[in-house]
Every structure is written in structure tokens, then in C-alpha cells.
């Protein structure tokens, strides 16, 4: 599971851990208002790097859950900066996940989401159909629908979040890249924003650097956060695009109107550059194919098994759905029986597996799932 998707170069990796050493050798902490520090420097300039050209600024943030809630503000500061304050919803995709805390839960699935008990307590969002599943399915009759959601909300919507191509713990959806193409054209037509969650996609987990790559698209705001550490410690960042930081500095505040007390620690910023110097310094992309071809086939047996209805495998990313709801004791003690630990959720059974695993580990982690999915099925 790479730890909730984190841990893509596995545990106690040497690089990592003498970059972490060394920065606690030197400052643990500093606050990053109105002062900066060479780790920060760094990870900002490889997040430049690597990210789809044109995402010039960035933001440090606490966690995947609070860069989230920084892209929304930033949304909305962005359409105050630019003449539209009555631009104050979010619209997102029905089927969504992008965290636990409250602006975020306002955007994760209002029904099938894990936060309806507090539906009643969140700022009501526009909601559009959920893609159709697969990589090339037609989308005429879904974009006839978004579109009409976005143009009849056109004067209260800032901006629009999505998680490209793989929604996660949604349900492990995916979903054609030239939705995200159509996305993008018809936000800047009616000048709306494009967030894209790249929390759990990004750094190589579907086989491209980041997901939007499947798309060829930049959009206006991206949120990085798990993998960026390796699994190390808890960070995230939210890049922007320099129409989208003048934007905010036109608002009244003129400046963005967030200020996390550990935002950019240095401990955190030191071990991000090293995980980042450890992944463009593999053949990552081909690791990643190597773990997809391995799932593909390892997975495939299952798709046999009474009640499993889909299998289905993208990046280092596999999935076994079922048509009910998983047994978990039965399903995690069967894993584990097989030397896997799994965490399985709703009607799925799936793994992320961390970028080092072997062959070897792959076939054991296939087995353990299929073993899972024939216990319960």
C-alpha cells in the first residue's frame, strides 16, 4: 500500500534518511513568514521543474487535505482579485476525493462519499457527472451534461477540482484523459479555474510525472502531497500559474490569505529534494510500466471469480471490484495469510505498491489480492 500511496522508494532508504540527518543537524524548523531557507528554495525550483510548464509559483502546505483547502482559497481569492466576488463555489466531479478537512470534504462525493454525516455542516458545491469509466469511452453525452452544469453556474463558480485521470479513494475510477482536454478549453472559455488534485497521482504513480501529463494539459492550480516526501513526513504543495498569483495580489488582501505554522519545514523540504533527486535519477517511467505489466497479469485471474466485476490496472496501481461490499477481516487476514497486507474499502481490493518492489514482490502481492478477492467473492 506504500503507506497511503507515500512511500513509493519503500522504507529506511539510505538517501533519505541522511537527508533528514543532515537537515536536523543543521535547523529542524523555522517559520517561513517573511523568512526563507535553502530546503524550500530547492524543492520549489524542482517542483518548477517537473511539473507542466507554466506552474511557476508555489505554496507549502501541511498536508494533502490543506493544500486542497489552499487551492479553493486561492480559487476564490483569484476571481475577488479579478472583479468577480460572487464567484465563490467549487464545482468538482461526482465520484471525488480530496480530504478530510471541512472545504475539502465540500467537494468529495455528497453520496457515495465517506463524509455524509457531515453533508448538512458543508457549504453546498456543484457537482458534475462522474466521467465514464475507462481510457477511451465516448464522452459526448457527458460533456453535453458538465457543460451545461458549468454555463448555468458559470456567475458563482471559481474554479473547478478534479483528480485527473485515477479518482482514488472515491472508488479507484478512471477515467478518459480527453475529458480533462474538454476541461480545460471550456474553464478558460468561461473563466473558471482548473485545480488538479494531484495528491495521490502524482510522481509517476499512473506512468506519467503527473497525471494531467496523459492529457497534455497545465491547469491553472495543481496540489502535490504524499509521494513527495517518499513517506517520510507530512508535506504538500500547491503550484499555480503566474495569472493565478496575480489574480490573489489583486485582491484586497493582496496577499494569499493563508499562513501555516510548519508550512515549509525544513526537515520536510530536505527529505522531499532528495526523494525527488532519488526518482529523476531512476528509470522511473519504465519501473512503472515493469509494475503495471507485472499487475496486469498477476491480477488477471481474478477476474474469474464469482462476484468480481472489473479488474482493472493503471500505473503501479491495480485494482480488484467487487459487487458488494468487502468482508475486510476476512479479506485482510486471507492477505496476510499470503504475506500482504492490504487495505481494501467499500468494493475494493487494490494495491499501490511502492516503485522498488521486485517481481517477486509483485507476484506475492497478485496472489495475496486474488487469494483476498476468492475468500470473500
Given at each position: 500500500?506504500?503507506?497511503?500511496?507515500?512511500?513509493?522508494?519503500?522504507?529506511?532508504?539510505?538517501?533519505?534518511?541522511?537527508?533528514?540527518?543532515?537537515?536536523?543537524?543543521?535547523?529542524?524548523?523555522?517559520?517561513?513568514?517573511g523568512?526563507?531557507?535553502?530546503?524550500?528554495?530547492?524543492?520549489?525550483q524542482?517542483?518548477?521543474?517537473?511539473?507542466?510548464?507554466?506552474?511557476?509559483?508555489?505554496?507549502?502546505?501541511?498536508?494533502?487535505?490543506?493544500s486542497?483547502?489552499?487551492?479553493?482559497?486561492?480559487?476564490?481569492q483569484?476571481?475577488?482579485?479579478?472583479?468577480y466576488?460572487?464567484r465563490?463555489r467549487?464545482?468538482?466531479?461526482?465520484?471525488?476525493?480530496?480530504g478530510?478537512?471541512?472545504?475539502a470534504?465540500?467537494?468529495?462525493?455528497?453520496?457515495?462519499?465517506?463524509?455524509?454525516?457531515?453533508?448538512?455542516?458543508?457549504?453546498?458545491?456543484?457537482?458534475?457527472?462522474?466521467?465514464?469509466a475507462?481510457?477511451?469511452?465516448?464522452?459526448?453525452?457527458?460533456?453535453?451534461?458538465?457543460?451545461?452544469?458549468l454555463?448555468?453556474?458559470r456567475?458563482?463558480?471559481?474554479?473547478?477540482?478534479?483528480e485527473?485521470?485515477?479518482?482514488?479513494?472515491?472508488?479507484?475510477?478512471?477515467?478518459?484523459?480527453?475529458?480533462?482536454?474538454w476541461?480545460?478549453?471550456r474553464?478558460?472559455?468561461?473563466?473558471?479555474l482548473l485545480?488538479?488534485?494531484?495528491?495521490?497521482?502524482?510522481?509517476?504513480?499512473?506512468?506519467?510525472?503527473?497525471?494531467?501529463?496523459?492529457?497534455?494539459?497545465?491547469?491553472?492550480?495543481?496540489?502535490?502531497g504524499?509521494?513527495?516526501?517518499?513517506?517520510?513526513?507530512t508535506?504538500?504543495?500547491?503550484?499555480?500559474?503566474?495569472?493565478?498569483?496575480?489574480?490573489?495580489?489583486?485582491?484586497?488582501?493582496g496577499?494569499?490569505?493563508?499562513?501555516?505554522?510548519?508550512?515549509?519545514?525544513?526537515?520536510?523540504?530536505?527529505?522531499a529534494?532528495?526523494?525527488l533527486d532519488?526518482?529523476?535519477?531512476?528509470?522511473?517511467?519504465?519501473?512503472?510500466?515493469?509494475?503495471?505489466?507485472?499487475?496486469?497479469?498477476?491480477?488477471a485471474?481474478?477476474?474469474?471469480?464469482?462476484?468480481?466485476?472489473?479488474?482493472?490496472?493503471?500505473?503501479?496501481?491495480g485494482?480488484?471490484?467487487?459487487?458488494?461490499?468487502?468482508?475486510?477481516?476476512?479479506?485482510?487476514k486471507?492477505?496476510?495469510?499470503?504475506?500482504?497486507?492490504?487495505?481494501?474499502?467499500?468494493?475494493?481490493?487494490?494495491?499501490?505498491?511502492?516503485?522498488?518492489g521486485?517481481?517477486?514482490?509483485?507476484?506475492?502481492i497478485?496472489?495475496?489480492?486474488?487469494?483476498?478477492?476468492?475468500?470473500?467473492?
Open positions: 500500500m506504500s503507506s497511503w500511496w507515500a512511500a513509493i522508494h519503500g522504507y529506511c532508504h539510505p538517501a533519505l534518511d541522511a537527508a533528514l540527518h543532515a537537515q536536523a543537524d543543521v535547523m529542524a524548523h523555522v517559520m517561513f513568514g523568512l526563507t531557507h535553502e530546503p524550500a528554495i530547492d524543492l520549489a524542482r517542483l518548477v521543474d517537473l511539473s507542466p510548464a507554466g506552474l511557476d509559483h508555489v505554496f507549502f502546505a501541511d498536508s494533502g487535505s490543506v486542497v483547502e489552499v487551492a479553493l482559497k486561492m480559487a476564490i483569484f476571481q475577488r482579485g479579478r472583479g466576488p460572487s465563490t467549487i464545482a468538482t466531479l461526482r465520484g471525488g476525493y480530496h478530510d478537512t471541512f472545504g470534504m465540500s467537494v468529495c462525493d455528497p453520496v457515495s462519499g465517506m463524509h455524509t454525516m457531515f453533508a448538512d455542516a458543508l457549504r453546498p458545491q456543484v457537482f458534475l457527472p462522474r466521467p465514464p475507462g481510457l477511451d469511452t465516448d464522452l459526448t453525452a457527458w460533456i453535453d451534461e458538465a457543460d451545461a452544469l454555463t448555468g453556474h456567475e458563482e463558480v471559481a474554479a473547478i477540482i478534479v485527473p485521470v485515477l479518482q482514488g479513494a472515491g472508488g479507484m475510477h478512471i477515467y478518459p484523459p480527453v475529458a480533462l482536454t476541461l480545460r478549453h474553464t478558460g472559455e468561461l473563466g473558471i485545480i488538479a488534485d494531484e495528491i495521490a497521482t502524482g510522481f509517476g504513480r499512473t506512468g506519467e510525472m503527473f497525471a494531467v501529463d496523459h492529457a497534455g494539459i497545465v491547469p491553472d492550480i495543481m496540489c502535490v504524499k509521494a513527495l516526501t517518499g513517506g517520510y513526513l508535506l504538500a504543495a500547491v503550484l499555480c500559474q503566474p495569472h493565478v498569483a496575480d489574480g490573489v495580489a489583486s485582491s484586497e488582501s496577499v494569499l490569505m493563508h499562513g501555516p505554522t510548519f508550512m515549509a519545514n525544513p526537515l520536510a523540504c530536505a527529505v529534494v532528495a526523494n532519488l526518482l529523476t535519477a531512476s528509470d522511473w517511467q519504465m519501473n512503472v510500466a515493469r509494475i503495471s505489466r507485472a499487475l496486469a497479469i498477476g491480477l485471474p481474478a477476474a474469474a471469480l464469482d462476484d468480481v466485476v472489473d479488474v482493472r490496472v493503471l500505473g503501479a496501481v485494482v480488484i471490484q467487487l459487487n458488494h461490499d468487502i468482508d475486510m477481516a476476512t479479506a485482510t486471507t492477505a496476510l495469510d499470503h504475506g500482504v497486507w492490504v487495505r481494501p474499502f467499500r468494493d475494493l481490493i487494490y494495491t499501490m505498491p511502492p516503485y522498488v521486485t517481481d517477486d514482490d509483485l507476484t506475492t497478485s496472489l495475496g489480492l486474488v487469494a483476498a478477492a476468492g475468500a470473500i467473492a
